[in-house]
């Protein structure tokens, strides 16, 4: 008699065990779903996942964001060639949400936010900028201040093997601007002469919004791409159900 109640207990602990290896939960802990979709809620619980989001998740494949690296990116310019090497861009950590919109029927996803980036790296740059000609190389330091951003995203639902149903992205959009200003330290612009390399940085810093627009975009579409793909990855790691309460519109 007591052996058997022994062996269904030790049965029912093998099969409390499944159940929980079941539901294991993939979702890291600072994700707080939403039990609506206002986006008083969105933001706050996106607010509170961005700096531990930043991170990277290494079981999931979610890189590191804050600080990422770009390993070497060429902007081809009319007349300009500019390539950065061996950047790290820093400060996505302190991103401040601005507005979460989700419309979960619609399948649209709005993220609006704005933060201080700084990109330190190496650079090299020959050509013309604006009227400046331009032959240099050395320690590059870009400091972008307020830089405002909305990203909008088609989503999609899909399911994985275990059935269980998943965010995904169909395509995304994004707007931004520079915000209230951009300033340059690109260190020895005209190889050889320390005083034209300074009137050249001065003159670029003096017309920072000029310049951000001839030769920024690459490198914010860069940034936003990889910050898309990041999510990507964690909405197909983590099911739909962990990342919010409200059910998927049928
Ligand atoms: C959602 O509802 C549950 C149960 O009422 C509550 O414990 C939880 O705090 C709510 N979540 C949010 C983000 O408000
Ligand atoms: C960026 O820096 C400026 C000036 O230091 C500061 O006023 C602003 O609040 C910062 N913005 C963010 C998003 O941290």
Known sequence: MNFCVAAWCVIFNILIAFCQYGLTKLAPDYII???DTSSE??????????????????????????????????????GLKVTFYKGKVSGFRKCIVDNVISELEKR???????????????????????????????????????????????????KDKEGRNHFGLRNYKYTFDYGDRVTF????????????????????????????????????????????????KFFSAVPYEELTNVPIPL
């Open 185 to 232: 330290d690109l260190q020895n612009l005209f190889k050889g002469s320390k005083e034209l390399s300074q009137t050249v940085l001065t003159f670029l810093n003096e017309n920072w919004k000029l310049v951000a627009e001839e030769f920024g975009k690459p490198i914010v579409d860069y940034a936003v791409d990889l910050v898309i793909k990041s999510i990507e």
């Open 108 to 158: 649209h996803f709005v993220l609006q936010f704005h933060c201080n980036l700084t990109i330190k790296g190496q650079y090299d740059a020959v050509g013309r900028i604006l009227l400046f000609p331009i032959n240099g190389e050395g320690d590059a330091k870009v400091k972008l201040t307020n830089l405002r951003m909305k990203v909008n995203i088609n989503t999609k639902y899909t």
């Open 41 to 78: 809620c969105l933001i706050k619980s996106t607010q509170y996942a961005i700096p531990e989001f930043v991170n990277g998740i290494p079981n999931l494949n979610v890189p590191v964001l804050d600080p990422f690296v770009i390993d070497k990116l060429t902007i081809p310019l009319n």
């Open 33 to 35: 779903p939403c039990n």
